[in-house]
């Protein structure tokens, strides 16, 4: 027996599962603090099927609380950017591609030092201990805790950045340090950004993570407890601490594996309203259709492996403003605090489902609160929905052909029955909870990086003992093996070795369920 | 006149990444070059050839080496600024304006970022119509424009110049000089006249790159294919070109390596309805494609990678494995195959074994 727990934006869910079946399911609302949300939703599962905290073989928490931080620009620290590569890079400061609120709330603390790698592995340019040490004064005098440390070319020779690193902690004992090596791959500015956002996230973080923590110990939880990654493998909670980076798409992930699973449907497209956003995503032969080019989240350019989804802000709470017959719906959105702040649970906020509720499309809150509202503005704001969702699943098609449409998220109180450019409309039964129920399916990887010799035994050969050292680590991890298939594979040529030296990194993942 | 602005800035580099054919150097980092240039408040213009005279001097900036490197160690823009005024100061002259040597890739980008910091207008023409990995591979060539001087910058502001015997020679030193520079430098070359310009260079390639990068936008948001909206539209271009869907799969496998200064490989696809495989080999930009043993495009015609869904051009350094993408090809204009120009940047200047077929007859 294990649980899933999805801790959205506005609902904090849970699902029993026994391997592949799923025997209950429960909703609650997400907290301010995290880990009350899930106290709630796991105990009242554990008493509404009589299981035992002991019982419990795993708990697997997706979250997107901190993709959400960052793409409402809430709750982030300002960061202090180290970057090893003067004078080159000089022409591209940190930072230039984000929005205008974001470089804002990061701030301009930039430091472009002398250091970094040429591609054969020789230095570029004199780095200087003096010159970091000099930053770490300016940072510490800055007051700034969270730093990102970035090398040109550190793929290929980490060394610079952990010394780096090293001496600012020593100056800075309060810093909390990321890396970029162990965020990114080759692609400078990508894996830059990653590292920024990484460090922006810190705070936020070590709150999130020790609130799960703590929301265990009290319900006397003391199976493993592990977060779901942007892949759909899952990632120790205490390293998501140091890399909250690493969950951001794997809600997305998580609501797409879930709705083909509880559908049955290996083609479709998956419509996942939550209570501030609605993801529309494309699931073929099973698996969530991943985006070829660069993703960008929250306007930032990364090279993540992602769901290709299209975001629009639509949501149970979004906010509903009317002036002369025009309806407009979110982006805004009273979040996690729906129970509070909307009509019908008391609040003076017109949302998505105030409208729902007094077209009886779902029952709960106090119907008798909304009942002043007028016909015209409950009909055009239904319409305005119902044109938001259709315009997201016609962007998110290959043709214009019919195809089915799975509607998961809570927020799918929101869509009467019919759509245009669905074949089908199919809300499968729990599909209010499919990405609890999706992150308790996540999978395990198998991952390996190491230096293989091309001139010794040959590219074909490395490549086959690297991919299959990987699916055994994966098989090793629990993954069933008929399900095991190969997501990454990265070459990386080290031209400063001898002998064709070559650094592979290959992932390889596969059901653990 | 064209300026450049925040706005249009997405689809400038949007097209110059397809023009790129898959080499050149993604532009983003150019695009991010020129956004941090625009925010401080500097203004690029942009001339066509119809509106310089003869005498105009104009000198070719550019950025040499491979992909791969550039990726990761984004060049600066006052060290390309450094080579033109050193080839100012050899020739006792001062340019009125610079010029990209190719229209595709990053280098469509680094002349508007020499812009930005000295104030010269861009040159509305280039010499490759697209990209080509080898600085001999130039129209200008065709009519006998002198390269050198040649210089090559790199970040430290060390300094090489070149007085070469032909172009060719000029590439064969200066590609030694940027492997030692690291993998990349900045070079200044090609100085020319407004009259060299005319006779010699492929003309409006800079908004060639800003219209189809719009029409890729266009096609998106009115949910066509972006393939087919850019195919059309070269058709419709004068002269006409052709153009056809080579291709549409997913990356089964990619070789790639930094070799003596560029970046080579070899592309596998495997078709999503059959069995069907293609091969692409490139050399920075893509040279050929092949499927069961027949080529199906080669140089100087365009090959280029997109995304199979939002037709986003995709560089060879941005190509990763499991990714779903259409091949395209699109025909060069008839002064890009004439024996002469053919010589430069034909199969055969690639050290490929078959002579050029065009596109059509493939």
Same mark, same amino acid.
């Given at each position: 027996?294990?649980?899933?727990?999805?801790?959205?934006?506005?609902?904090?869910?849970?699902?029993?599962?026994?391997?592949?079946?799923?025997?209950?399911?429960?909703?609650?609302?997400?907290?301010?603090?995290?880990?009350?949300?899930?106290?709630?939703?796991?105990? =009242? &599962? %554990?008493? *509404?099927?009589?299981?035992?905290?002991?019982?419990?073989?795993?708990?697997? $928490? #997706?979250?997107?609380? @901190?993709?959400?931080?960052?793409?409402?620009?809430?709750?982030?620290?300002?960061?202090?950017?180290?970057?090893?590569?003067?004078?080159?890079?000089?022409?591209?400061?940190?930072?230039?591609?984000?929005?205008?609120?974001?470089?804002?709330?990061?701030?301009?603390?930039?430091?472009?030092?002398?250091?970094?790698?040429?591609?054969?592995?020789?230095?570029?340019?004199?780095?200087?201990?003096?010159?970091?040490?000099?930053?770490?004064?300016?940072?510490?005098?800055?007051?700034?805790?969270?730093?990102?440390?970035?090398?040109?070319?550190?793929?290929?020779?980490?060394?610079?950045?952990?010394?780096?690193? =090293? &001496? %600012?902690? *020593?100056?800075?004992?309060?810093?909390?340090?990321?890396?970029?090596?162990? $965020? #990114?791959?080759?692609? @400078?500015?990508?894996?830059?950004?990653?590292?920024?956002?990484?460090?922006?996230?810190?705070?936020?973080?070590?709150?999130?993570?020790?609130?799960?923590?703590?929301?265990?110990?009290?319900?006397?939880?003391?199976?493993?407890?592990?977060?779901?990654?942007?892949?759909?493998?899952?990632?120790?909670?205490?390293?998501?601490?140091?890399?909250?980076?690493?969950?951001?798409?794997?809600?997305?992930?998580?609501?797409?594996?879930?709705?083909?699973?509880?559908?049955?449907?290996?083609?479709?497209?998956?419509?996942?309203?939550?209570?501030?956003?609605?993801?529309?995503?494309?699931?073929?032969?099973?698996?969530?259709?991943?985006?070829?080019?660069?993703?960008?989240?929250?306007?930032?350019?990364?090279?993540?492996?992602?769901?290709?989804?299209?975001?629009?802000?639509?949501?149970?709470?979004?906010?509903?403003?009317?002036?002369?017959?025009?309806?407009?719906?979110?982006?805004?959105?009273?979040?996690?605090?729906?129970?509070?702040?909307?009509?019908?649970?008391?609040?003076?906020?017109?949302?998505?489902?105030?409208?729902?509720?007094?077209?009886?499309?779902?029952?709960?809150?106090?119907?008798?609160?909304?009942?002043?509202?007028?016909?015209?503005?409950?009909?055009?704001?239904?319409?305005?929905?119902?044109?938001?969702?259709?315009?997201?699943?016609?962007?998110?098609?290959?043709?214009?052909?019919?195809?089915?449409?799975?509607?998961?998220?809570?927020?799918?109180?929101?869509?009467?029955?019919?759509?245009?450019?669905?074949?089908?409309?199919?809300?499968?039964?729990?599909?209010?909870?499919?990405?609890?129920?999706?992150?308790?399916?996540?999978?395990?990887?198998?991952?390996?990086?190491?230096?293989?010799?091309?001139?010794?035994?040959?590219?074909?050969?490395?490549?086959?003992?690297?991919?299959?050292?990987?699916?055994?680590?994966?098989?090793?991890?629990?993954?069933?093996?008929?399900?095991?298939?190969?997501?990454?594979?990265?070459?990386?040529?080290?031209?400063?070795?001898?002998?064709?030296?070559?650094?592979?990194?290959?992932?390889?993942?596969?059901?653990?369920? | 006149?064209?300026?450049?602005?925040?706005?249009?800035?997405?689809?400038?580099?949007?097209?110059?990444?397809?023009?790129?054919?898959?080499?050149?150097?993604?532009?983003?980092?150019?695009?991010?070059?020129?956004?941090?240039?625009?925010?401080?408040?500097?203004?690029?213009?942009?001339?066509?050839?119809?509106?310089?005279?003869?005498?105009?001097?104009?000198?070719?900036?550019?950025?040499?080496?491979?992909?791969?490197?550039?990726?990761?160690?984004?060049?600066?823009?006052?060290?390309?600024?450094?080579?033109?005024?050193?080839?100012?100061?050899?020739?006792?002259?001062?340019?009125?304006?610079?010029?990209?040597?190719?229209?595709?890739?990053?280098?469509?980008?680094?002349?508007?970022?020499?812009?930005?910091?000295?104030?010269?207008?861009?040159?509305?023409?280039?010499?490759?119509?697209?990209?080509?990995?080898?600085?001999?591979?130039?129209?200008?060539?065709?009519?006998?424009?002198?390269?050198?001087?040649?210089?090559?910058?790199?970040?430290?502001?060390?300094?090489?110049?070149?007085?070469?015997?032909?172009?060719?020679?000029?590439?064969?030193?200066?590609?030694?000089?940027?492997?030692?520079?690291?993998?990349?430098?900045?070079?200044?070359?090609?100085?020319?006249?407004?009259?060299?310009?005319?006779?010699?260079?492929?003309?409006?390639?800079?908004?060639?790159?800003?219209?189809?990068?719009?029409?890729?936008?266009?096609?998106?948001?009115?949910?066509?294919?972006?393939?087919?909206?850019?195919?059309?539209?070269?058709?419709?271009?004068?002269?006409?070109?052709?153009?056809?869907?080579?291709?549409?799969?997913?990356?089964?496998?990619?070789?790639?390596?930094?070799?003596?200064?560029?970046?080579?490989?070899?592309?596998?696809?495997?078709?999503?309805?059959?069995?069907?495989?293609?091969?692409?080999?490139?050399?920075?930009?893509?040279?050929?494609?092949?499927?069961?043993?027949?080529?199906?495009?080669?140089?100087?015609?365009?090959?280029?990678?997109?995304?199979?869904?939002?037709?986003?051009?995709?560089?060879?350094?941005?190509?990763?494995?499991?990714?779903?993408?259409?091949?395209?090809?699109?025909?060069?204009?008839?002064?890009?195959?004439?024996?002469?120009?053919?010589?430069?940047?034909?199969?055969?200047?690639?050290?490929?074994?078959?002579?050029?077929?065009?596109?059509?007859?493939?």
């Amino acid at each position: 027996m294990r649980i899933g727990v999805d801790v959205g934006g506005t609902n904090t869910d849970a699902a029993l599962m026994d391997g592949r079946t799923v025997v209950d399911a429960v909703k609650s609302v997400t907290t301010e603090d995290p880990g009350s949300g899930i106290i709630e939703a796991v105990s =009242k &599962i %554990l008493d *509404k099927t009589k299981i035992l905290p002991n019982q419990l073989e795993a708990i697997m $928490i #997706g979250t997107t609380q @901190f993709t959400n931080a960052f793409v409402e620009n809430k709750r982030l620290e300002k960061v202090a950017v180290v970057r090893l590569g003067h004078p080159a890079t000089i022409s591209v400061p940190p930072c230039i591609d984000f929005s205008s609120n974001l470089r804002k709330i990061i701030g301009e603390n930039f430091w472009i030092l002398p250091g970094g790698y040429e591609f054969d592995g020789r230095f570029l340019g004199d780095w200087s201990e003096e010159l970091v040490k000099k930053a770490a004064y300016e940072i510490a005098s800055k007051g700034i805790k969270y730093i990102a440390v970035s090398c040109v070319f550190s793929p290929i020779n980490e060394k610079q950045e952990i010394e780096t690193a =090293k &001496i %600012l902690k *020593k100056y800075v004992p309060e810093a909390i340090i990321t890396m970029s090596h162990r $965020i #990114g791959r080759v692609g @400078f500015i990508e894996r830059e950004n990653a590292t920024i956002m990484n460090s922006s996230l810190g705070f936020l973080a070590n709150k999130v993570i020790t609130s799960f923590d703590g929301a265990l110990k009290k319900l006397k939880i003391k199976c493993p407890f592990y977060i779901s990654q942007n892949d759909g493998t899952l990632m120790a909670a205490n390293i998501v601490k140091n890399y909250p980076v690493l969950t951001f798409a794997s809600g997305p992930t998580n609501s797409m594996r879930g709705a083909a699973f509880l559908s049955g449907h290996k083609n479709a497209i998956v419509v996942d309203i939550g209570g501030t956003t609605t993801d529309f995503g494309v699931i073929k032969e099973g698996f969530p259709r991943e985006s070829s080019i660069p993703v960008d989240i929250g306007g930032v350019r990364t090279n993540f492996r992602m769901p290709d989804l299209v975001s629009i802000g639509l949501g149970g709470g979004s906010l509903i403003e009317f002036n002369n017959n025009e309806v407009k719906v979110g982006p805004e959105s009273v979040g996690y605090k729906l129970t509070s702040e909307s009509l019908i649970f008391g609040g003076n906020k017109l949302t998505a489902s105030d409208i729902a509720i007094s077209q009886g499309l779902a029952n709960f809150g106090d119907k008798e609160k909304i009942s002043h509202l007028d016909e015209k503005i409950i009909i055009k704001t239904m319409q305005v929905i119902k044109q938001m969702i259709e315009e997201g699943i016609d962007r998110v098609k290959l043709n214009k052909d019919p195809v089915p449409v799975i509607l998961v998220g809570g927020g799918n109180i929101l869509v009467e029955n019919n759509l245009e450019g669905a074949e089908e409309v199919i809300i499968p039964d729990y599909s209010d909870v499919a990405n609890a129920i999706g992150a308790s399916l996540a999978q395990a990887g198998g991952e390996i990086d190491k230096i293989y010799s091309y001139s010794d035994i040959g590219r074909e050969k490395s490549l086959e003992l690297a991919k299959l050292d990987a699916i055994k680590r994966a098989k090793e991890a629990g993954a069933k093996t008929e399900t095991i298939s190969i997501i990454e594979l990265e070459e990386i040529p080290l031209s400063y070795l001898p002998s064709g030296a070559v650094r592979l990194h290959v992932k390889a993942v596969g059901d653990l369920f | 006149m064209i300026e450049l602005t925040l706005n249009n800035l997405e689809n400038f580099t949007r097209g110059a990444a397809f023009l790129g054919t898959g080499g050149g150097g993604d532009p983003y980092i150019g695009k991010l070059m020129l956004k941090h240039q625009l925010e401080k408040g500097k203004i690029i213009k942009i001339l066509s050839p119809d509106e310089i005279n003869d005498n105009f001097l104009v000198c070719n900036v550019l950025s040499m080496g491979a992909p791969t490197v550039f990726v990761e160690k984004v060049p600066n823009g006052p060290a390309t600024l450094h080579g033109l005024r050193k080839v100012e100061e050899i020739i006792g002259k001062k340019f009125d304006a610079v010029m990209p040597i190719e229209a595709g890739g990053v280098n469509a980008t680094i002349p508007l970022v020499v812009s930005a910091l000295s104030g010269l207008p861009v040159i509305d023409a280039d010499g490759m119509g697209r990209a080509f990995p080898e600085l001999q591979m130039v129209t200008y060539n065709v009519g006998d424009v002198d390269i050198n001087p040649i210089v090559a910058v790199n970040d430290f502001m060390e300094t090489a110049v070149f007085k070469a015997r032909n172009s060719s020679s000029g590439e064969w030193l200066a590609r030694a000089v940027c492997v030692r520079m690291g993998g990349i430098c900045q070079m200044a070359c090609y100085p020319m006249t407004g009259k060299q310009i005319k006779d010699t260079a492929i003309h409006n390639t800079i908004k060639l790159s800003f219209d189809i990068g719009n029409k890729i936008q266009e096609a998106r948001n009115q949910k066509k294919d972006p393939a087919d909206a850019v195919i059309d539209y070269m058709k419709m271009s004068n002269p006409s070109r052709f153009g056809k869907v080579l291709f549409l799969g997913k990356i089964t496998d990619l070789l790639r390596e930094t070799v003596n200064g560029f970046t080579k490989g070899t592309l596998r696809l495997k078709s999503l309805a059959d069995e069907d495989e293609l091969i692409v080999e490139f050399q920075n930009e893509f040279l050929y494609a092949k499927s069961n043993d027949k080529v199906l495009a080669m140089v100087p015609d365009l090959i280029c990678a997109l995304d199979s869904e939002s037709g986003e051009p995709i560089t060879t350094d941005g190509l990763r494995y499991g990714q779903r993408i259409k091949i395209v090809a699109i025909s060069v204009p008839p002064v890009m195959r004439t024996k002469k120009a053919l010589d430069l940047f034909g199969p055969k200047a690639f050290g490929l074994d078959f002579d050029y077929v065009a596109l059509e007859d493939l």
